[in-house]
T-cell receptor
Framework: GESVGLHLPTLSVQEGDNSIINCAYS??????FIWYKQESGKGPQFIID?????DKRQGQRVTVLLNKTVKHLSLQIAATQPGDSAVYFC????????????FGAGTRLAVHP | GAGVSQSPSNKVTEKGKDVELRCDPI?????LYWYRQRLGQGLEFLIY????????KSGLPSDRFSAERTGESVSTLTIQRTQQEDSAVYLC????????????FGDGTRLSIL
């Protein structure tokens, strides 16, 4: 089937290493941010979110950092596994009734054994 | 439970034909969104439904694109007189009402215009 992300920047890591995926967002009025994981042929899958009143939020093996000063988000994945190989997108929105998500271009994460 | 279901999963059609893409959201989700994803790119917002109404259609690329939702459930995205530039994956997402309700995505319809 069609593969998303053929022309995306790629981050290659060794299995077991930590991964950091970065994203610059565009709208200073955005106050809610989400990271999605998309495997080939699948829809985006929610990973973790963060509101603008926070700088850091942790989940299971994942941490999101938000720097509002420079409009930058990062996703840290601890002990990266082969199953983490996918395209990762950040999305931003301004919470106000509904979530019209604005997606970044995406980063492909390739995990090597 | 059942997730968001989209059909067909793949559609190949000739330039100039009309196509209809279907989305079955998660039961009880009043909000429904359509996005388009071109090869190698992120998702572009097309339209948002709250119930059967579409208060935000700002992402529809042209008047060849239309969408409707019935019964606060199934939604159909129609593209008339398809062009090669319409080739993309069309993704549907649904969520509960509320500003911070996470969106759950289907696996999309891969549309190829010959």
């Amino acid at each position: 089937g069609e593969s998303v992300g053929l022309h995306l920047p790629t981050l290659s890591v060794q299995e077991g290493d930590n991964s950091i995926i970065n994203c610059a967002y565009s709208n200073s009025a955005s106050d809610y941010f989400i990271w999605y994981k998309q495997e080939s042929g699948k829809g985006p899958q929610f990973i973790i979110d963060i509101r603008s009143n926070m700088d850091k939020r942790q989940g299971q093996r994942v941490t999101v950092l938000l720097n509002k000063t420079v409009k930058h988000l990062s996703l840290q994945i601890a002990a990266t596994q082969p199953g983490d190989s996918a395209v990762y997108f950040c999305a931003e929105t301004r919470s106000g009734g509904y979530n019209k998500l604005i997606f970044g271009a995406g980063t492909r994460l390739a995990v090597h054994p | 439970g059942a997730g968001v279901s989209q059909s067909p999963s793949n559609k190949v059609t000739e330039k100039g034909k009309d196509v209809e893409l279907r989305c079955d959201p998660i039961s009880g989700h009043t909000a429904l969104y359509w996005y388009r994803q071109r090869l190698g790119q992120g998702l572009e917002f097309l339209i948002y439904f709250q119930g059967n109404s579409a208060p935000d259609k700002s992402g529809l690329p042209s008047d060849r694109f239309s969408a409707e939702r019935t019964g606060e459930s199934v939604s159909t995205l129609t593209i008339q007189r398809t062009q090669q530039e319409d080739s993309a994956v069309y993704l549907c997402a649904s969520s509960l009402a509320g500003a911070l309700a996470p969106q759950h995505f289907g696996d999309g319809t891969r549309l190829s215009i010959l």
